[in-house]
């Protein structure tokens, strides 16, 4: 019997799903074939060095302008803690984080969401994720964040029965953030769109047939060579 490839899900298959069925369908079938590009390492050691920064913060009431912390971190990554420390910390210095670095099973959904942080004043509670890379503001932010961070959201109150007041983003390399208020109609509408996803991956997986979405991303893709689409539109 195959493998059902729609089990434990997370975020970042359904990203991955929506962008390209095929890119998915690789993914799940060939995943030795798949190699972290640089951006990626980099961003994993930039959530690693928060989450430790974090947690020291916590553990010894380190207020965000004391600095003699920043000498365990490489030279490289320095400006980019400081700005933590400057812009986003400074903003919500008097909120000691609800969790850092956090994962949740949800056993109806079959899904996994892991999170960089969670805030709770006492009247909001925030979940947030980490991105480097490009700043997004205003509707370009809300486009192409929203179904992502709703997941979180979703996810996260469904099994918690906490509420989630709002979701956002803390752009690493350019201390800036951005939020979106989780309501009624966003939750119904991610619900929606997480069970037709579904819909689609046992559809593409019974009939063998997973739709390639050529764009250009696709360079830079791992399994270009198993892809027709590549090829097709790549012809020497």
């Known amino acids: 019997m195959k493998k059902d490839i729609t089990k434990r899900l997370s975020k970042s298959k359904l990203l991955v799903f929506k962008q390209c069925p095929k890119l998915y369908y690789f993914r ?10 640089p951006q990626m390492e980099r961003g994993t050691k930039l959530h ?8 020291s913060r916590i553990n010894n ?22 700005l933590f420390i400057n812009k986003f910390l400074k903003e919500y210095n008097n909120i000691v984080p ?36 490009n700043l997004y503001t205003g509707k370009q932010f809300t486009d192409k964040f929203k179904f992502e961070l709703m997941i ?12 989630v007041d709002y979701v ?3 752009f690493i390399d350019h201390g800036s953030h951005q939020l979106i208020k ?5 939750i119904q509408s991610i619900i929606k769109q997480i069970f037709e996803l579904k819909l689609e991956m046992k559809d593409y997986q019974q009939n063998g047939i997973w739709p390639e979405r050529y764009g250009f991303k696709c360079r830079w ?10 090829k097709r539109f790549n012809k020497k």
Not at 152 to 163: D, G, H, N, R, V
Not at 221 to 230: A, E, L, N, Q, T
Request: proline residues 3%.
């Open 221 to 230: 893709c791992d399994y270009k060579k198993k892809c027709d689409s590549y």
């Open 48 to 55: 690693d060095l928060f989450e430790e920064f974090e947690l």
């Open 152 to 163: 979180y959201a979703f996810i996260y109150m469904l099994e918690t029965k906490k509420k």
């Open 98 to 133: 609800e969790s850092v670095e956090g994962k949740i099973y949800s056993k109806s959904q079959d899904m996994v969401i892991k999170w960089d942080r969670i805030d709770f004043d006492g009247k909001n509670r925030i979940v947030w994720d980490y991105k480097t890379g």
């Open 168 to 170: 956002g983003i803390y």
């Open 182 to 186: 989780v309501d009624n109609e966003s």
């Open 61 to 82: 009431k380190t207020k965000f302008n004391e600095w003699k912390h920043l000498k365990r971190f490489s030279d490289e990554y320095v400006p980019q803690i400081k």
């Open 28 to 37: 799940e079938n060939f995943p030795t074939e798949f190699k972290p590009s």
